[in-house]
């Protein structure tokens, strides 16, 4: 090797790309929405009014927030524990199989995952048209989908980019369980059959059991991506029919950028958006602790 | 004894049929949306039947690149794409190795702000952002769609795992033997990070590519539009023309798509490491 003495690498220099970026564009950022959420803020005047917590008073006593949050909250829920419980059920299938199939399965049931959200709802929304796919598929066992297509009705909108999103992150998902699955010492299972445990028997007292950690902690990945839904909202229904698939995040959007005057109450919004967001991080870390210790 | 492998066996086949149609389901509309790109869809179309036997066509392909700006959007993708994702396996690289291997003051303070960057979502601080990047003049450039991403917070930590988990003697070698700092850096460590590089390239240019609110927010003009912001809009100029649309859709998935053919396992890899690193 050649004696050559380049130049030293100082650990700031290093560092630099980190500082810049982490103070620039996140912490800066953070500070300002948190100023932001306490003052009026006309867009087009450009002027700052400090007006105190009424940012949050008012958001909080208005029919949209607690409609988008109720909404948010129906999608979560409706989606996080299907979602998780298809892939398991998946997972289990996928397993069975020989490596070659497995792997073909494991290739397809991802796709989605890896596709931009912008496509996907595109797809679906022709799918769920009113003469779409769906409803021809419907008319064909002889049941009638909604008049207007599944999108324009207040009461199938939402449930519709729920399906969606369960289509989409199942695969991803059953992924995760799988990885979960392999740490699994196999033993278990052969000391557990020789014993005569069923397959049923195996699932419940040693895979669910074992699993747990995974299971905790896709549920609370799942449940903090769900509750930020925007995209698909945006594309499909932009918050319609009647404020029917109006997410927090969609709100949020909505007054930040739809608005002159509302910046300063969607900063308060978004904080607000965060603090629950962060709770679910909370169970997170103390989940991921327990799992270490 | 045998009766048992039988039933197993059956059993193994009606999961695997199961399976083939949760498959098919998954592909479905992938194929149906290209199926839509290559049919000449009449304007008003009554009936799914009168989508369904409208006579085949490239030319939604041809309009969507010549007439409506989809080539200039896939050239944004690529370019604002290939750049991002340079600058994060050098510089992630960079901050990563700082945090393995140096000490130096405040670092669990700092390297707490990588974690605690990690979890902000980023809609809190979309608005801020929108203004800092107004202020900045940077609305409608490159500049918006490229420098807040050079460095990700994700890229940091697993890079720093990663290099932590490599034993030091070589560097420690080299160093014995006179090798400068940037030598060892660029010379020896980068090589035996390779496998994670490779993860977070892929990582890195997957998420850039479908990333779809920041370059929403940060453009309003054709020229700078990425791909999907450029299908979002486009949904909103077309009375929608189904074919045209899809056609649309296709080409920002197809690239994606080539990709999984050729690389399924090192993408899976990628994108479940996040998660599975912790």
């Known amino acids: 090797m050649t004696k050559r003495r380049a130049l030293p690498a100082p650990t700031l220099v290093l560092l630099l790309p980190w500082l810049v970026t982490a103070a620039v564009f996140w912490l800066y950022p953070l500070v300002y929405a948190a ?8 867009t087009l005047a450009s ?26 909250t129906i999608f979560t829920v409706g989606t996080v524990p299907v979602t998780t419980a298809l892939a ?3 997972a289990l299938g996928v397993r069975g199989q020989s490596p070659r199939v497995a792997s073909l399965l494991r290739s397809s049931y991802f796709l989605p995952s890896i596709t931009s959200l912008v496509v996907i709802a595109l797809i679906f929304t022709n799918l769920y048209a009113r003469d779409g796919v769906i409803n021809a598929l419907l008319s064909m066992v002889g049941m009638a989908g909604p008049e207007r297509g599944w999108l324009l009705d207040t009461s199938t909108a939402l449930p519709a980019i729920m399906a969606m999103d369960i289509w989409i992150s199942t695969g991803y998902y059953m992924v995760l369980v799988l990885a979960g699955m392999e740490n699994i010492p196999k033993d278990l299972y052969e000391t557990a059959r020789l014993a005569g445990a069923t397959a049923w028997q195996q699932f419940a007292r040693i895979t669910l059991p074992l699993l747990r950690p995974t299971l905790v902690f896709i549920l609370v990945l799942n449940s903090i991506k769900s509750f930020q839904v925007f995209v698909e909202i945006y594309v499909m229904t932009k918050g319609g029919p009647l404020g029917a698939t109006t997410t927090l995040v969609y709100e949020l959007y909505h007054q930040a950028f739809e608005q002159s005057d509302m910046m300063g109450q969607a900063s308060a919004l978004a904080y607000i958006i965060f603090v629950i967001l962060l709770v679910f991080s909370g169970i997170q870390m103390h989940v991921l602790r327990n799992k270490t210790s | 004894m045998d009766s048992i492998v039988r039933t197993t066996k059956l059993h193994r086949i009606i999961v695997g049929v199961l399976l ?33 036997f409208a006579p085949t066509t490239t030319s939604n392909y041809t309009d969507a690149l010549g007439s409506d700006d989809f080539g200039r959007y896939m050239l944004n993708s690529v370019i604002v794409g290939t750049i991002v994702t340079a600058g994060n396996v050098l510089f992630c690289f960079l901050v990563g190795y700082a945090f393995a291997r140096r000490a130096f003051a405040f670092k669990a303070l700092l390297f707490a702000t990588v974690l605690g960057v990690l979890i902000i979502p980023p809609h809190v601080v979309m608005i801020p952002m929108y203004k800092l990047m107004a202020t900045l003049g940077w609305i409608n450039t490159y500049w918006a769609l490229i420098v807040p991403w050079l460095v990700t917070p994700f890229g940091v930590f697993l890079v720093r795992q990663y290099v932590a988990s490599l034993p030091a003697e070589l560097e420690d070698a080299a160093r014995i033997d006179g090798a400068g700092e940037w030598y060892i850096l660029f010379g020896i460590v980068m090589p035996l990070a390779r496998p994670v590089l ?12 479908n990333s779809f609110l920041f370059p929403f927010l940060f453009t309003n003009d054709e020229a700078h539009r990425t791909l999907p912001v450029g299908l979002a809009f486009y949904v909103g100029k077309q009375s929608i023309d189904w074919g045209h649309l899809m056609a649309g859709a296709s080409i920002s998935a197809l690239p994606i798509l080539a ?4 690389f399924q396992r090192r993408i899976i890899e990628g994108l479940t490491a996040g998660a599975l690193k912790e």
């Open chain 1, 47 to 72: 002027t700052y009014e400090w007006v105190g917590v009424a940012n949050y008073t008012n958001l909080l006593s208005s029919d949209r927030f607690w409609l988008a949050l109720s909404n948010t």
């Open chain 1, 88 to 90: 398991i059920a998946l």
């Open chain 2, 198 to 209: 490779t993860v977070l390239a892929i990582y890195v240019f997957l998420s850039n590519w």
């Open chain 2, 259 to 262: 990709l999984f053919m050729m």
């Open chain 1, 35 to 42: 100023v932001l959420s306490f003052t009026k803020h006309s």
């Open chain 2, 20 to 52: 083939a149609i949760v498959a098919i389901g998954m592909a479905y509309p992938m194929v149906w949306m290209l199926l839509l790109s290559l049919r000449a869809v009449p304007e008003q179309y009554g009936s799914l039947a009168d989508l369904m």
